[in-house]
């Protein structure tokens, strides 16, 4: 069953997971998340004329990464944190997803260059705060802190993911572009290729694939759309770790259905 990429889909996986809610509830009560997300939109919006990199992204991502996650899982796949013993089950990987995919911006309120090396470096004493409330062992906590600052870092376009939590997290970042909200940073109020490909996107879906657990449809009303996939999704399913889970396919204006991917 398709689902839209929106921030209803964060609401749906709190509802099924109260170690999730009380997470999620422990994170956005700190202040000082309140501040990052707001303040990298003050560097990204405001000051470098760009696309939304606050709260709404933040929780759309979320909300996409833990809907990913939990459909690889269903197929099959085993989350690499579990494997490794870094969490005890399968809801503390969702906690990593979810933090990782909430954070993952903030490195924006320093400045737009190096922003996820940056975030990995801000979110530290944040997740601490934030894990203490939810996972009682000192120990697990520090591995469980460790998982999101790999994922925060390797959303950067350069860097592999060694997780599957943190290649949720990576795919689902390009996912928001949306009604022009483009991973592509774009200048607001500037009309370049940038900004018409970001305006074409009317709505992104999560579904199954022919072939593969998880098909990722790109809505558009032209053919511009196109270059947002190009140059956002595709690059970061390529250093995702997931490239061979995961199918793309553009849906042009209802009559165009075409696969991009794989090619």
Known sequence: MAVVVSRDLLRKHLSRSQLLRRAYEALVSDVEVRALL??????????LRF??????HAEIVAGAALELFDRLVSSGVEPTTVRNGTVPDVD??????????????????????????????????????????????AEQRIMMRQEILHAIHSTAYDVSCLSVEAGVVKVADG??????????????????????????IKRVEIDEGMR?????????SDMAGLFQVERVLM????TSGLEDKV???INVAGEQFLRVHPS
């Open 38 to 47: 707001h303040m990298s939109n003050v560097m990204a919006v405001h000051r």
């Open 51 to 56: 696309n939304d990199h606050g709260p709404v």
């Open 92 to 137: 503390h990987a969702r906690v990593v997803v979810m933090y990782a995919a909430m954070l993952h911006d903030i490195g924006n309120a320093v400045h737009r260059d190096m922003h996820e090396k940056l975030g990995a470096l801000l979110a530290k004493d944040i997740v601490d705060r934030a894990l203490s409330s939810v996972v009682g062992d």
């Open 175 to 200: 996912l928001d572009m949306a009604e022009g909200r483009a991973r592509i940073p774009y200048r607001l109020g500037k009309l370049d290729m940038h900004a018409v490909s970001a305006l074409s």
């Open 212 to 220: 593969r657990p998880i098909a990722v449809v790109v809505h558009m």
């Open 235 to 238: 690059p970061k399913l390529r």
């Open 247 to 249: 199918e793309v396919y």
